[in-house]
């Protein structure tokens, strides 16, 4: 008996890590130390340290001057670490080597790596403003290590008015960007380039109101999830040219969660091991059913938050409220 006893402790320890059970994500996933205005997540992994990073926008949600939207202004993209993806620590803010104006904006980066270097694409605001009637341009910086970024151009798109870049790979090795043109009713706009350097604007790709489109691939389809507002609107293509719209969102009823009672806004989706994970973000202050008094720090400070997307049918749904566990490992 003594025996058997030993031999099931010792099987008991000496599990392999990947057979142990992960424990459900807390809610909320990241609140940012600095402002408390963690949003627009993106994720990558960060081959040299062995960890995945999350660049978001740092917005001032603690601020005392809260004169129009300079809350929303002056930002900087802020960084968190994890080691799986389940547990995340503010690291550090980005070192971003393009300000040529003073009181300039960071927004909304989407980072890529592509042969040993990364890309980011960063909606630019020239200035520290109190009202949305200024220009904002996608700029492109490289980085060898994450933290210390070179400029390397202003894309030219549609016009000075573009926000949130949103990259992927297309089948045969070049690259599209999908991107918010604010000129054209907060239309989906795209453009092309061959090597990330060089984009050509291409135009209209949806023609409805949106934010923060996010392009992946998963279930044998190409997917686009793009910010209404009123929760996450989903589009599915064959070809990344033509996309359809399914009939229902996700994100728009409210949690019932930490910080989640609100509705979900601009995200990331991290595909890994065949399971589909969304990155997104709320203002917990926001909930219909007891609204943060408008202007405070409670209306203003957002979070990140985690749940899994499923497929059912055709469609992707999301259930927020249904604990996440995550693991997620190097490609």
């Known amino acids: 008996m003594k025996i058997l006893c030993v031999t099931i402790f010792a099987l008991v320890i000496f599990l392999p890590a990947h057979s142990q059970k992960a424990s459900a994500v807390k809610k909320p996933l990241f609140t940012d130390p600095i402002y408390d205005g963690a949003a627009d997540p993106v994720i990558i992994y960060n081959k040299k340290k062995k960890t995945w990073w999350?660049?978001?926008?740092?917005?001032?949600?603690?601020?005392?001057?809260?004169?129009?939207?300079?809350?929303?202004?002056?930002t900087r993209i802020g960084i968190a670490e994890s080691k799986d993806g389940s547990t995340w620590n503010y690291l550090d803010t980005t070192d971003i080597r393009y300000r040529p104006d003073s009181g300039y904006t960071f927004w909304a980066p989407d980072v890529i790596e592509h042969k040993d270097t990364y890309h980011m694409y960063l909606t630019y605001v020239p200035g520290t403003f109190s009202n949305w009637n200024h220009p904002r341009e996608i700029i492109h910086?490289?980085?060898?290590d994450?933290?210390?970024?070179?400029?390397?151009?202003v894309l030219s798109l549609a016009n000075q008015?573009?926000?949130?870049?949103?990259?992927?790979?297309?089948?045969?090795?070049?690259?599209?960007?999908?991107?918010?043109?604010?000129?054209?009713g907060k239309s989906i706009w795209y453009a092309d380039s061959k090597d990330l350097y060089t984009w050509t604007d291409k135009g209209r790709a949806i023609a409805a109101r949106g934010e923060g489109p996010k392009v992946f691939r998963w279930k044998n389809k190409y997917w686009m999830i793009v910010d209404a507002w009123k929760g996450m609107e989903i589009y599915s293509s064959d070809d990344l040219l033509n996309w359809n719209k399914q009939t229902n969102r996700i994100l728009e009823e409210?949690?019932?969660?930490?910080d989640d009672q609100a509705i979900g806004g601009h995200c990331d989706i991290?595909?890994?091991?065949?399971?589909?994970y969304v990155f997104y973000f709320t203002h917990p202050g926001r909930r219909k059913d007891k609204p943060a008094s408008r202007g405070s720090t409670e209306d203003k400070r957002s979070v990140?938050?985690?749940?899994e997307l499923e497929y059912n049918n055709g469609e992707i749904t999301c259930d927020r409220n249904k604990p996440v566990s995550i693991r997620l490992?190097?490609?």
């Open 54 to 74: 999350m660049f978001y926008t740092n917005r001032r949600a603690t601020i005392t001057d809260t004169t129009g939207v300079k809350w929303v202004h002056g």
């Open 141 to 144: 910086l490289t980085s060898k």
């Open 146 to 153: 994450l933290l210390h970024w070179d400029y390397q151009s």
């Open 161 to 184: 008015k573009v926000i949130d870049a949103s990259v992927f790979q297309l089948p045969d090795g070049s690259w599209r960007m999908w991107y918010n043109n604010e000129r054209d």
């Open 254 to 258: 409210p949690g019932t969660g930490k």
């Open 270 to 276: 991290v595909v890994n091991k065949d399971r589909a």
């Open 304 to 307: 990140i938050q985690l749940a």
């Open 329 to 331: 490992t190097a490609k």
